[in-house]
């Protein structure tokens, strides 16, 4: 193995890019000021306003447009991966076979 493949590999790179990020970090907390305790610091703070509690019920909507989500994004995967030479109907009947699947997620009874 030459030096050039060694220097190359994947694992010596990433050792490589946490070492200059961990050079760069222990940096900045040389420039950065000290901290000082305040509470306004570690309250939480959403659009200038103080957060309060609330409850929250979550509902079971959200799942099916996450579902649709990565249903649609997969399906262009495998249609974007494709071998050329594949025949149409493969790739397009996955498709189907999703749609149908969606639809007896979705269908109300």
């Not at 103080?50 to 019920?57: D, I, L, N, Y």
Request: with cysteine.
């Amino acid at each position: 193995m030459a030096s050039w493949d060694l220097l190359t590999s994947p694992v010596i790179i990433m050792a490589c890019a946490l070492g200059i990020g961990y050079l760069i970090y222990a940096w900045s907390r040389t420039i950065a000021p000290a901290f000082t305790h305040s509470v306004n610091k570690t309250m939480p703070y959403i659009g200038g306003e103080a957060a309060e509690a609330q409850v929250f019920q979550p509902g079971y909507q959200f799942f099916y447009v996450a579902l649709f989500f990565t249903v649609v994004h997969v399906a262009a995967l495998v249609l974007a991966t494709a071998p050329p030479d594949a025949p149409l109907w493969g790739p397009l009947g996955y498709l189907a076979i999703m749609a149908i699947a969606i639809m007896i997620l979705r269908w109300e009874q």
